[in-house]
């Protein structure tokens, strides 16, 4: 009983933290013509509410769409709907044809934050203290740390409350899978994962793992019997959930197509803001989309991609585990993030809910994850007016996880889930033994470079000849972290990962 109280005054704490940074700015507030992402959520709900379905994605007199056109899969544009019909009963305005663009007012940020307010309490929120509750051989401080360290993450907090998304609803979904195959509820969970993948394309970064997982789980019963059995209840199951999803478009094969062009947009190029990822850092030296045709740049793209996210799948369809799998989606998602066509900044928290759900387990890297993926952001942040609650809630973060896992103390290969690859590795290089050292000190050069960086960012004008240079440095700074991670996790996925049951209870 005391746990589930605690509990509840946690889910409450990360409430009040949400609803505290909702009453700052948002993406393009008073910045017309195009404003910014809160008119890209507003006026998908004008053309959802006025629109047929079938003229949704397509650019017609009524729907232009250069401007915020929807780009989404169907079960956003439903959600988008959904939001209209209450957006009609308060205020018809907010949603009126043509006339709406661009409308501000309080009531109305008043109603858009409060969407995202309540999307957060029916799916993520429950999702994350289900999962911390039902933690398997951990005690219940860890749990109730875990879960308050998750609900904190400055990152999503801040671009959804903030910046203005709903990307807690697609990682809502995708966290119910994974709580439902951690108890071998292995077709809700493939529901669970079709609907964060119906919600957002993106999710296609976790998409390889759950795929591995269950056919891994599939060729151990059997290739005859129960192991047949269980692929076919799978396949079914993940066709029907699509088949219900894309209903209202699968009477013509032009609209499916047209939904796909949208999702997809292969000929906006390879990457186009300052994103931390490899494209972005490697153009300051060898400029990609000039030297490499597009057709080139998308084949290496995916090559990279695919290469790099396979071993940790190859490894997780031979030996199917859930502490695997979990390992397995931040590393694959941190490849499509690192590698992939047309990133966009935000896609890291794609990886970062991943890395919370490990945070229990590993909590000094985890942490040190996070921090650099919210600091990714920081371009984006600034241009948004966010820096308050940036440095805010990513110092309240820090202090929590440092509090509640005592970070600094548990720097040991052991609480860092490494054990068989140092040893391994110490046969060839006997310094490897201060690697722990190695780390600390790596850490401490790390948060100090992040804190120059935010602060040169948010005070100095940038060079004339050099007007990106501060976000080009923000951007390249996280990347060279984010490969260390990439190898960090595709260690720990491939040589160190065992299922739970062989794991001794953490305290």
């Not at 993406?27 to 890209?40: T, V």
């Not at 799916?123 to 109730?144: F, G, M």
């Not at 005859?224 to 993940?238: A, D, I, Q, R, S």
Request: proline fraction near 5%.
């Amino acid at each position: 009983m005391e746990k589930w109280s605690l509990m509840t005054i946690t889910a409450l704490l990360g409430l009040l933290v949400r609803w505290t940074v909702s009453l700052g700015s948002y993406s393009g507030a008073g910045k017309p013509p195009m404003y910014g992402d809160y008119e890209a959520q507003r006026h998908w709900q004008e053309v959802t509410y006025n629109l047929p379905v079938k003229q949704w994605y397509f650019n017609t007199s009524d729907n232009n769409l250069q401007y915020w056109g929807l780009d989404y899969p169907p079960l956003t544009a439903y959600h988008s709907l959904l939001c209209a019909y209450v957006a009609k009963l308060i205020n018809p305005d907010w949603i009126a044809l043509h006339t709406s663009r661009g409308y501000e007012s309080q009531p109305h940020k008043l109603f858009m934050r409060a969407t995202v307010f309540v999307a957060d309490m029916l799916v993520y929120i429950p999702a994350v203290i289900l999962y911390c509750c039902y933690l398997k051989e951990t005690s219940a401080k860890r749990k109730i740390s875990s879960a308050l360290c998750i609900l904190l993450y400055p990152g999503l907090i801040l671009i959804d409350y903030g910046h203005f998304q709903y990307n807690s609803v697609s990682l809502g979904f995708a966290l119910w899978g994974v709580l439902c195959l951690s108890y071998d509820l292995d077709l809700l969970g493939s529901i669970a994962f079709c609907l964060a993948l119906n919600y957002k394309q993106m999710e296609l970064y976790h998409s390889l793992p759950f795929f591995s997982y269950l056919l891994g789980k599939c060729f151990k019963k059997g290739l005859v019997g129960k192991g047949l059995l269980l692929l076919t209840k799978l396949g079914f199951t993940v066709g029907v959930s699509f088949a219900l999803c894309w209903l209202p478009f699968c009477t013509d094969v032009e609209q499916i197509l047209q939904v796909f062009r949208r999702l997809f947009p292969v000929d906006r190029g390879l990457f186009e803001d300052k994103v931390a990822n490899v494209w972005c850092t490697v153009s300051v030296f060898f400029k990609v989309k000039a030297v490499l045709s597009a057709e080139t740049q998308l084949k290496l793209s995916f090559a990279l991609t695919f290469l790099t996210a396979l071993p940790s799948c190859i490894k997780l369809t031979l030996q199917p585990s859930i502490k695997g799998f979990k390992y397995a989606l931040v590393s694959c998602a941190l490849s499509f993030f690192l590698f992939s066509f047309q990133v966009h900044e935000k896609s890291i928290l794609l990886v970062s809910i991943p890395v919370c759900l490990v945070i229990h387990e590993i909590p000094f890297m985890s942490t040190w994850f996070l921090l650099v993926s919210t600091f990714s952001m920081l371009p984006l942040l600034l241009k948004d007016g966010l820096l308050l609650p940036y440095i805010v809630t990513t110092l309240a973060f820090l202090t929590v996880c440092a509090t509640s896992f005592s970070i600094f103390e548990n720097t040991s290969e052991d609480n860092m889930q490494l054990k068989l690859f140092p040893t391994s590795i110490r046969r060839c290089m006997p310094w490897f033994r201060t690697f722990s050292k190695v780390i600390r000190s790596s850490f401490l050069v790390s948060i100090t470079l992040m804190g120059i960086l935010t602060l040169m960012s948010a005070t100095l004008d940038p060079p004339q000849r050099l007007p990106d240079l501060f976000p080009l440095a923000v951007s390249a700074v996280s990347c060279l972290h984010f490969l260390f991670f990439l190898l960090y996790f595709n260690v720990i996925a491939i040589w160190e990962s065992r299922d739970s049951r062989n794991q001794k209870k953490t305290n």
